[in-house]
């Protein structure tokens, strides 16, 4: 007997489109709070009320030390929902925890005082509520994401709705940038308010109404039994497959993105550019990552898979970090652009495939604890990148006096993280992990 079931009638497909497209509305939400915290609030600190760099850096650092939060986070959505709901309140909850350290970190840095141990600990707390809200809200929409969607659909929505928190950054900046034209205090309050009411009023638009209540019950009563000590050994620590994509993701971010922030001053260093055309070097990596990701999201994925996409955006990495380094030696600034918008093409594309393949490692029971053990390799690869990419700059910097051969000697650790990367990457297989292996027994 066929279990074909008959063509579902256009109002509802258009209905499960218009779901799709109103679930976007939390990356955008995601990405503008980032460019405000990230880039204004950054600038604000450190260039009008001339706050220590250092202390500015381990500021912003606590949303990433804070990433570990997000297994608990996930493993607590994924057995204990709340209103017949395993994702959707606390996506609610982590966006209203968002807008609050949003507004308490802009509060904190218009109160500035000179008494430095003051300021400290009040961003220090504006910083933690920041955090927690942005690690718990986007864990629960990434497990959202990972159950909602089957099949190929799962890692090619990943991948779409990343390309909306890119939007939603660029129209953030946009906005946040005309508003702030020059620093005053009062409209620093102003935005941050209108931002916090952005992020909530975004992410109650997006999350209400993407769950069905019998299905996220029934999955949370299969997983709750087991306590959290229990199912990280048995899911995370005891899984050989977990335990090396974790190292590929940390590799691969570490690699990619160590000279995130350094491409500027290799650019004026080096090849000797302006302010202006370096500034626009970020113009360029971001419409290279933006291509990259829209085009994996659209063909690539389903043409090639995310395993193999993954690898040949790190192939096409190599070789262009490589391609970099060259580029220096010949002192060529033109060809220098063309080769940070192929950096940018080759990150999409790794991170596509990459985004791909962690949703291929989770499945619909655990998809709260497994998304957030890649969520936590992703923000500790962006802070090892950072931290490595000035380390080893400032080193070789003092040890040969050369500003060429420092940053080529981090372009030839990039690279050597990206082979690892790409060599431990040939031994993953989706279905050999515990998860699964439940899942489908």
């Not at 899911?235 to 497959?241: I, L």
């Not at 990596?285 to 395993?307: I, K, N, Q």
């Not at 080529?408 to 992990?433: D, I, N, Q, R």
């Amino acid at each position: 007997m066929s279990r074909a079931l008959p063509e579902a009638p256009a109002p509802l497909t258009f209905l499960r489109l218009a779901n799709h497209l109103r679930l976007a509305a939390f990356p955008i939400a995601y990405g503008l709070s980032g460019v405000l915290i990230g880039g204004t609030l950054n600038r604000v600190m450190i260039a009008e009320l001339n706050v220590p760099a250092t202390l500015v850096a381990l500021l912003f650092a606590i949303p990433l030390l804070l990433s570990p939060l997000r297994l608990w986070f996930g493993h607590r959505s994924d057995g204990h929902p709340l209103l017949g709901r395993r994702r959707e309140p606390y996506m609610l909850l982590g966006a209203m925890i968002i807008g609050g350290g949003v507004y308490a970190v802009a509060w904190v840095t218009r109160q500035h005082t000179t008494h430095l141990p003051t300021f400290a600990a009040a961003g220090a707390g504006a910083f933690l509520l920041y955090g927690i809200g942005r690690n718990l809200a986007h864990n629960s929409y990434q497990a959202l994401v990972a159950e909602k969607f089957t099949g190929n659909r799962r890692g090619r929505a990943m991948t779409l709705y990343e390309v909306a928190t890119l939007l939603g950054a660029v129209a953030g900046a946009g906005f946040i940038g005309r508003a702030m034209e020059h620093y005053d205090p009062a409209r620093l309050s102003l935005v941050a308010g209108g931002v916090a009411l952005a992020v909530v009023v975004l992410t109650l638009v997006a999350a209400p109404g993407q769950e069905a209540e019998l299905a996220a019950v029934e999955r949370a009563d299969r997983v709750r039994d087991k306590p959290f000590a229990s199912v990280l050994q048995d899911y995370v620590f005891a899984d050989p497959q977990v335990r090396r994509l974790f190292v590929v993701v940390i590799c691969t971010f570490t690699g990619t993105l160590a000279q995130d922030v350094l491409l500027e001053p290799y650019g004026a260093l080096v090849l000797k550019l302006s302010v202006g055309q370096t500034t626009r070097l970020t113009m360029f990596w971001g419409l290279g990552v933006l291509a990259a990701m829209l085009l994996s999201g659209l063909l690539l994925l389903r043409w090639l898979g995310p395993l193999r996409l993954m690898r040949i955006g790190l192939v096409l990495s190599i070789l262009v970090f490589s391609g970099v380094g060259v580029v220096g030696l010949a002192g060529a600034p033109e060809a220098f652009r063309w080769m940070v918008l192929a950096l940018g093409f080759c990150a999409g594309l790794t991170g596509a495939g990459m985004l791909s393949s962690v949703v291929e490692f989770t499945t619909p029971e655990r998809a709260g604890l497994l998304m957030g053990v890649w969520g936590m390799a992703n923000m500790v690869g962006h802070a090892v990148g950072s931290l490595m990419g000035g380390v080893i700059v400032d080193i070789m910097r003092v040890a040969t006096g050369s500003a060429l051969a420092a940053y080529t000697s981090l372009f030839a650790c990039e690279v050597a993280l990206l082979v690892l990367a790409l060599l431990l990457s040939l031994g993953l297989s989706p279905v050999k992990t515990r998860a699964q292996l439940e899942f489908a027994g």
